[in-house]
């Protein structure tokens, strides 16, 4: 009697499944790198960490057990050292391609800058963008000024909490918001300390937890329209009408980004300036907030407090030199990106046509490889001593912290790394400077648990996380 079909079919799947697994474990040029035996097999162990905000952890374990380089999949390997680092996002000036996972950062179902997955089309519109992220047109005074003006908003807000302290989680991340709009915008920019609206907007980008749907688009991209109605994407309402209508303003300031792009009409059509502002937009929120509030909850622990005094005894001591001219400062927030680095997960690249060797592996063409900034800045502890310890004094000698720079890893390297580092860098500045000459920050007694990076889930915040600080008025 023969057997039902969904056993013959079972059983054929089964065999399929076993010849390819085989095949992979005898013949796959992947089966020689170090690794878990299960990562030639399948991907499903990885899918699961995916899917359960743990791929980050899963990786840097797999790192401390097998080494600098490792096999994460049939079709994917993860890598920590410099030498890989450099050849995987710097050969060629911009690296490898992205894999399709940029895809999910589309804005008005627009390619932007960011998300452009080959990097000759990245390249062209990078050359209409960058000028304004340049150094020098983030120090002009319109650009520093508006930043300036939102710490100010957010001392007041320190000012005005006394002894029952706030939230920093809420208003370093409106912080990042104001900053990033007023840069975006000029005088259309948001003020979300103050105004009940624009905080609600950035309650839209931060509050809500996309990652299950993203990771579903990315994954069976053909599904994509079921997993939208299982796991909901972000709504954005709010930000997307803003963007769309300050985008449309032909008087914001030449140091804006959309002054920028509106006298660049021959390479942007009006939704795609949309689309960049919106794209700047979210990622200023996400990156800057999440940076400022893990090293600040940092430096309110006990072992940090000496960090506050010395940051105070640096700027009493030069009160009339510029921000660039303060190295303490610049020591403490290159630390804190490092032990919290704001892209902390991996940064996928598809390895070229043919081939490539990296770190003295041979790794086919069409491999995902990637490196990620968390396990980078911690296990390379030849040079970073002590890497698991925030040591803000690591950056002050010259001599190792040149090679310290180059495996520094928080803005990703080459040509397409973050836009928006000198903004991000000079946001943090005024920030902790405005803070540190008039507080010290203290943990509140209600703060519950301890935030570490692995609580970070990308584009959310943790739900049953604050950063209650209390800000004490230095006498």
Not at 209 to 221: E, F, G, T, V
Not at 281 to 310: K, N, R
Request: aromatic share 12%; glycine share 6%.
């Amino acid at each position: 009697m023969f057997a039902p079909l969904w056993q013959i079919s079972a059983g054929a799947a089964t065999l399929i499944w076993l010849c390819i697994a085989i095949y992979r474990a005898l013949f796959s040029p992947l089966s020689k790198l170090p690794g878990p035996t299960y990562t030639i097999l399948s991907e499903f162990y990885l899918l699961i960490q995916e899917f359960t905000g743990k791929r980050r952890e899963y990786i840097h374990e797999l790192h401390k057990r097998y080494g600098p380089v490792v096999r994460l999949g049939p079709n994917e390997v993860s890598f920590t050292s410099l030498e890989a680092m450099k050849e995987i996002y710097s050969s060629g000036g911009s690296g490898y391609d992205k894999t399709e996972f940029y895809t999910l950062f589309k804005q008005f179902n627009t390619r932007t800058m960011f998300s452009t997955l080959d990097k000759g089309t990245h390249s062209q519109k990078k050359r209409f963008i960058a000028g304004q992220y340049a150094n020098t047109n983030i120090m002009r005074s319109q650009v520093m000024g508006g930043i300036q003006d939102r710490a100010d908003a957010f001392v007041r807000k320190c000012v005005e909490s006394g002894k029952s302290g706030i939230d920093a989680y809420v208003y370093l991340h409106c912080f990042a918001l104001d900053c990033a709009s007023h840069h975006l915008f000029g005088r259309y920019g948001t003020h979300s300390i103050e105004k009940k609206e624009d905080l609600e907007m950035m309650e839209e980008q931060s509050y809500h937890d996309s990652l299950k749907s993203n990771l579903a688009q990315y994954r069976w991209p053909t599904m994509s329209e079921i997993f939208e109605k299982i796991f909901k994407p972000r709504p954005s309402p709010i930000a997307n009408q803003y963007v769309l209508d300050s985008s449309q303003k032909l008087d914001a300031g030449e140091q804006t980004l959309i002054h920028k792009l509106q006298n660049s009409k021959d390479n942007f059509q009006q939704i795609q300036m949309a689309a960049e502002c919106m794209d700047h937009l979210a990622a200023g929120i996400d990156t800057t907030g999440d940076a400022l509030c893990f090293l600040m909850y940092q430096l309110s622990l006990p072992e940090s407090w000496h960090v506050q005094d010395f940051l105070l005894k640096e700027f009493n001591d030069n009160k009339e030199k510029s921000l660039d001219e303060l190295p303490y400062l610049d020591a403490v927030i290159k630390e804190g990106l490092r032990c919290f680095p704001p892209i902390p997960m991996s940064q996928p690249r598809y390895v070229p046509a043919g081939g490539r060797t990296i770190d003295g592996y041979f790794v086919p063409g069409g491999v995902i490889v990637s490196c990620q900034a968390w396990s980078v800045h911690l296990l390379n502890e030849n040079i970073f001593v002590k890497g698991d310890e925030f040591l803000p004094e690591r950056w002050l000698n010259t001599e190792t912290s040149v090679e310290m720079n180059r495996y520094f890893f928080a803005f990703g390297a080459g040509g397409r790394g973050c836009i928006g580092r000198h903004l991000a860098m000079a946001e943090m500045k005024c920030l902790l400077r405005e803070v540190y000459s008039r507080f010290k920050t203290r943990l509140a007694p209600d703060m519950k648990g301890r935030m570490t990076l692995s609580d970070q889930v990308i584009s959310s915040r943790p739900l049953d996380q604050t950063c209650k600080l209390i800000f004490e008025p230095l006498s």
